[in-house]
Every structure is written in C-alpha cells, then in structure tokens.
Nanobody
Framework: VQLQASGGGLVQAGGSLRLSCTASGRTFSSFAMGWARQAPGKEREFVAGISWNGRSTYYADSVTGRFTISRDNAKNMVYLQMNSLKPDDTAVYYC??????????????WGQGTLVTVSS
C-alpha cells in the first residue's frame, strides 16, 4: 500500500489549504481513510476520518467546524479542506487507510506526510 499526501505549504492565519492523498496498492473504495498530524515536539494526533463510502466522518474537537474530509473513490483520492487555519495547525499531515473508520490512529497504513505551516 502506498499513500502520498500533498498540498501543504505556508499560509497566513485565517487562510485555507486543501490537502490531497492518493492511494494505491489496495481496493481504495473498500477501506476507511484518515488524516493525522504531528507538530514539532509533539505526538502524532488524529485529525479526521471517513468511511469507505463517505457517509460517515469523524473529526478531532480541535478541527471540527473548520476542516472537512472527503473522498473520490473513482480517483482513489481523499482530501482535507482546511479553513480558518491557526498557527496551532502547523504540523506535518499524514493520510492513512484502514479496514474500519476510527476516531484515532489505529489505521493499518500511514503514508509520507506534507508540511503545513500557518503564520500568525
């Protein structure tokens, strides 16, 4: 399984970014997808997750109302739309895949991350 996140960059506080993740090596549409992040000096934390069919989503309390996870099974892609970004959102963001949707880090595979930096 290969996962590659992209779309990170430098943005001012209050701005928006959309992260993308492409997956290969398994039947994408059969598995849940998730996003996690790791800030400098901190542990990796769950951000958002989406079920295989997109009907169920979970969010961390810190991003609820600001971030939206979505997926396009025809393209083997999952997205994370991030609005109203804050300096505390600065982190490397990772996408993952697993057999079931969980509100946590218990996904089977995690890919390479993409760095998001939010300036104040």
């Amino acid at each position: 399984v290969q996962l590659q996140a992209s779309g990170g960059g430098l943005v001012q506080a209050g701005g928006s970014l959309r992260l993308s993740c492409t997956a290969s090596g398994r039947t994408f549409s059969s598995f849940a997808m998730g996003w996690a992040r790791q800030a400098p000096g901190k542990e990796r934390e769950f951000v958002a997750g989406i079920s295989w069919n997109g009907r169920s989503t979970y969010y961390a309390d810190s991003v609820t109302g600001r971030f939206t996870i979505s997926r396009d099974n025809a393209k083997n892609m999952v997205y994370l739309q991030m609005n109203s970004l804050k300096p505390d959102d600065t982190a490397v963001y990772y996408c993952g895949t697993g057999k079931r949707l969980v509100r946590g880090l218990d996904y089977d595979y995690w890919g390479q991350g993409t760095l998001v930096t939010v300036s104040s």
